[in-house]
């Protein structure tokens, strides 16, 4: 159990739709990353914050956004979905801005139809 | 940009033996570290082992150790003693040590384990 916590484990839903993705940091992590793996594009970076502010953004569609709360667990929203959006989302999170070993939570598998 | 490459989309491995999954990467900086990473079938994302690139010496976990050839851009893991728990699909990463800290992750290697 690496500490994070990402909820739900498994999200069902239908094109065009709009869901969040939530995720908790390790205590004491003030960096959350979310990434995206999916079939054909693999692992890809999509955004980091660092204490609630963002501070690098990937591959990121605009149709995607996220934040970072004052407790510091974040949400990755995801809006006018399509059949392509389907993939497994990871949360991440260390210690420092910049760096530190980066702990993955378990997963958000979101399947769209 | 940097580029992660992991050229071996599959390779397997007797228990007990010892198998190297090879890594290169590409980038013009100086200051960066490497990662392997492990997914079991829980889809799970375990780190396994990191290198930093001002080190010379090969990192080392248990079973675990890697051959990192800074010049040449190759960062292969090697795992001894194979376990069938070893069987898993392996990412090599990359982080640029002045960023923010974002992995880039090759496509990786999955292994398996013959009992």
């Known amino acids: 159990d690496s500490g994070v916590t990402q909820t739900p484990k498994h999200l069902i839903t239908a094109t065009g739709q709009r869901v969040t993705l939530r995720c908790s940091p390790r205590?004491?992590?003030?960096?959350v990353y979310w990434y995206q793996q999916s079939l054909d594009q693999g692992l890809q970076f999509l955004i980091q914050?660092?204490?609630?502010?963002?501070?690098a953004k990937g591959n990121i569609l605009e149709r995607f956004s996220a934040q970072q709360f004052p407790d510091l667990h974040s949400e990755l929203n995801l809006s006018s979905l399509e059949l392509g959006d389907s993939a497994l989302y990871f949360c991440?999170?260390?210690?420092?801005?910049?760096?530190?070993?980066?702990?993955f939570g378990p997963g958000t598998r979101l399947t769209v139809t | 940009a940097q580029t992660v490459t992991q050229s071996q989309p599959e390779m397997s491995v007797q228990e007990a033996e010892t198998v190297t999954l090879s890594c290169t990467y590409d980038t013009s900086e100086s200051d960066y570290y490497l990662f392997w990473y492990k997914q079991p079938p829980s889809r799970q994302m375990i780190l396994v082992i990191r290198?930093?690139?001002?080190?010379?010496q090969n990192a080392t976990e248990n079973r675990f150790s890697v051959n990192f050839q800074k010049a040449a851009k190759s960062f292969s893991l090697k795992i001894s003693d194979s376990q069938l728990g070893d069987a898993a699909m392996y990412f090599c990463a990359y982080r640029s040590a002045p960023s923010y800290g974002k992995l880039t992750f090759g496509q990786g290697t999955i292994l398996t384990v013959h009992p």
């Open positions: 914050y660092y204490n609630g502010e963002e501070r």
């Open positions: 290198q930093e690139a001002y080190k010379q």
């Open positions: 991440a999170s260390s210690v420092w801005r910049g760096g530190g070993e980066q702990y």
């Open positions: 205590s004491g992590d003030l960096s």
